[in-house]
């Protein structure tokens, strides 16, 4: 659907959407007109099955009353029945009369010679139905026992001085196929004639095949359902048909005429056929007049491509006009476009010749800043070195020096006391100063300490790191959790120094400022960084601003800290709030610590 399409698509599409309702209405009203055919001829045919049923009923009609009439002839005890026989053949010349006793034995039959012997009548219950009700019966098909043909018989009652005496009954089969025959229907229609079990009993093609053959049960059951009606079916040829049925009312035999579904549906195929070519040939029409018309549309506008090309490649670009109006805004567009572009390519040449030189002179200051942030790296570096050196010779001198002087002057102290132990008064004065001078040299020796813990350099990073906060817990009086995961790894010096002063600036800020109870410190190795977790339940202060309850001392402190990182390439998150306590995120790459 996003593929490009040409003008002439555009234009066979929008004609052949004009046309298509057009074709469509025409299509619906055809299909309608087909189908009003359609229905009258299905019409014609139920009228022409009533009509049958009708002629039906009224030969049986008429056959009933000749048949009383020729009963008459016998109604009295003197009848000659050999008289009567001759009589019967006679009024119904072609057709069958059998009169029989009310016990169903034959008395005369019109196709045997009279007195010669006859069997029973096999229509049984024809012949009971006419005793039992004493009202003319029309019976289902049988086979007659005497010619051995099919025979469906009307029987009516023969009375005397109201006493039935015989049965008197006609086989009306032989005139069905007249009826039949006046219906004069086109070839290919179907009419048959089917009594109450749904035997063929008459048909107008094929007859001597199919008369006695049970029909199939699909017609069966539609006959049985309603007393007239339409459905489709197929033949016993296999045609496909469309069925009407009426009942004959004396009988209740049925009436059907089928007609084949070709030749229903031959008016809408027809008129289908018809719409199919004339849609067709419109369309055909259509498309080659909006294939010229799309091309008459084409043409000026393939000529703007080269115009559009010459714009793009910021060559002179002629104005070229034709007969299509929307051409020739495009043409003049692209022509002024191609005006302000040559005009817009010089003055962005001029522009691009200053920013070369703008951006030689940003290229120098940058790397003249570059080289200045390298040596401020470097001076931050070596001052942090001398710091470190400085501390350890500070350390060195007040563990060697002043702690040695400390020592003598308490042992001198000891030897003073020993010469004036006559005297309270001076032994309580030298005990004083003897106390204070051990305090004084536990003060030295945490000083030097603190400046450069010897087990930083003795031991490595973590037995210093847990003795530093031993030592604090018990100064402070803060419980402090500590787990340190560093296995065998060894960090550089830097590394090591960073993280060890910036855990002391850490828990000093927990001290100062705090106020907790608790602090916990993780110290681990993972991958290719080192990391360091300071967390307490303190009072924490405010996270967006960065600024604790003293802001300033504290504020030097994280800046401090984030200095010293930076060093390493390191970098510090924090992450508190009022009452909720503070957590320190340390982080050093080793790779670019190294």
């Known amino acids: 659907m996003n593929r490009p399409r040409s003008v002439r698509t555009y234009v066979i599409g929008l004609i052949a959407v004009l046309l298509l309702p057009s074709i469509a209405f025409s299509g619906f009203l055809v299909i309608r007109s087909a189908e009003h055919e359609q229905t009258l001829m299905r019409n014609t045919v139920r009228d022409r099955t009533r009509a049958t049923a009708t002629a039906i009923d009224n030969e049986i009609n008429a056959w009933r009353s000749r048949l009383f009439i020729v009963a008459g002839g016998i109604s009295q005890e003197s009848a000659d029945l050999s008289a009567f026989?001759?009589?019967?053949?006679?009024?119904?010349?072609?057709?069958?009369?059998?009169?029989?006793?009310?016990?169903?034995?034959?008395?005369?039959?019109?196709?045997?010679?009279?007195?010669?012997?006859?069997?029973?009548?096999?229509?049984?219950?024809?012949?009971?139905?006419?005793?039992?009700?004493?009202?003319?019966?029309?019976?289902?098909?049988?086979?007659?026992?005497?010619?051995?043909?099919?025979?469906?018989?009307?029987?009516?009652?023969?009375?005397?001085?109201?006493?039935l005496v015989y049965v008197l009954s006609l086989n009306l089969l032989p005139v069905l196929p007249g009826?039949?025959?006046?219906?004069?229907?086109?070839?290919?229609?179907?009419?048959?004639?089917?009594?109450?079990?749904?035997?063929?009993?008459?048909?107008n093609h094929d007859a001597d095949r199919y008369i006695g053959q049970p029909g199939r049960p699909q017609f069966v059951t539609e006959v049985r359902r309603s007393r007239d009606g339409?459905?489709?079916?197929?033949?016993r040829e296999g045609v496909p048909l469309y069925n009407a049925f009426?009942?004959?009312?004396?009988?209740?035999?049925?009436?059907?005429?089928?007609?084949?579904?070709?030749?229903?549906?031959?008016?809408?195929?027809?008129?289908?056929?018809?719409?199919?070519?004339?849609?067709?040939?419109?369309?055909?029409?259509?498309?080659?007049?909006?294939?010229?018309?799309?091309?008459?549309?084409?043409?000026?506008?393939?000529r703007l491509v080269p115009v559009a090309e010459a714009v793009g490649n910021g060559k002179p670009a002629a104005l070229d006009l034709s007969r299509l109006t929307e051409a020739n805004a495009i043409a003049q567009s692209l022509f002024d476009a191609s005006q302000r572009l040559r005009q817009s390519a010089a003055e962005r040449e001029s522009a691009l010749t200053a920013l070369r030189q703008?951006?030689?002179?940003?290229?120098?200051?940058?790397?003249?800043?570059?080289?200045?942030?390298?040596?401020?790296?470097?001076?931050?570096?070596?001052?942090?070195?001398a710091q470190e050196d400085e501390r350890s010779r500070i350390a060195r001198e007040l563990h060697d020096g002043l702690a040695q002087y400390l020592t003598a002057l308490r042992l001198e102290i000891d030897s003073l006391a020993q010469s004036c132990a006559g005297s309270d008064h001076q032994v309580r004065t030298l005990d004083g100063l003897k106390s204070l001078t051990g305090e004084l040299g536990r003060a030295v020796n945490r000083m030097a300490w603190e400046l450069r813990p010897v087990?930083?350099?003795?031991?490595?990073?973590?037995?210093?790191?847990v003795h530093y906060l031993e030592e604090w817990a018990e100064r402070s009086g803060v419980d402090v959790d500590i787990e340190v995961r560093l296995g065998d790894r060894h960090l550089p010096a830097a590394v090591e120094a960073t993280l060890f002063r910036v855990l002391q600036e850490a828990t000093t800020n927990v001290a100062k400022h705090a106020a907790a109870s608790r602090v916990g410190v993780i110290m681990e190795a993972m991958g290719e960084d080192v990391r360091l977790i300071v967390e307490d339940d303190?009072?924490?202060?405010?996270?967006?601003?960065?600024?604790?309850?003293?802001?300033?001392?504290?504020?030097?402190?994280?800046?401090?800290?984030?200095?010293?990182l930076a060093l390493v390439g390191g970098c510090l998150e924090v992450?508190?709030?009022?009452?909720?306590?503070?957590?320190?995120?340390?982080?050093?790459?080793?790779?670019?610590?190294?």
């Open 85 to 163: 026989q001759a009589r019967a053949a006679e009024s119904f010349p072609g057709m069958t009369v059998v009169l029989s006793h009310p016990n169903g034995r034959e008395v005369l039959n019109t196709e045997v010679p009279f007195g010669e012997s006859l069997p029973d009548n096999t229509d049984v219950e024809a012949v009971q139905t006419v005793v039992l009700t004493e009202r003319p019966y029309v019976a289902d098909l049988i086979t007659d026992p005497v010619t051995h043909r099919p025979a469906a018989t009307l029987s009516i009652p023969v009375m005397r001085r109201d006493d």
């Open 246 to 302: 009426d009942h004959i009312q004396l009988g209740q035999w049925a009436i059907l005429i089928g007609i084949p579904r070709d030749i229903l549906f031959s008016p809408i195929h027809q008129s289908t056929s018809g719409l199919i070519l004339e849609g067709c040939v419109s369309l055909a029409l259509a498309i080659l007049l909006a294939s010229g018309i799309g091309r008459r549309i084409a043409a000026p506008l393939t």
């Open 358 to 385: 703008s951006e030689q002179k940003y290229r120098a200051t940058a790397e003249v800043l570059a080289g200045v942030n390298q040596e401020r790296a470097a001076l931050l570096l070596r001052t942090i070195a």
């Open 575 to 594: 992450e508190s709030a009022p009452g909720a306590g503070t957590t320190l995120f340390v982080r050093i790459p080793l790779q670019i610590a190294e």
């Open 230 to 235: 339409w459905f489709p079916g197929v033949s």
């Open 455 to 465: 087990p930083l350099d003795e031991l490595g990073l973590a037995p210093a790191v």
């Open 538 to 564: 303190g009072a924490g202060f405010t996270s967006a601003s960065s600024r604790p309850a003293e802001p300033a001392k504290a504020h030097l402190g994280l800046v401090g800290m984030r200095e010293r």
């Open 179 to 203: 009826i039949l025959a006046e219906l004069d229907l086109p070839p290919g229609w179907i009419a048959a004639v089917i009594d109450r079990t749904g035997t063929t009993i008459a048909r």
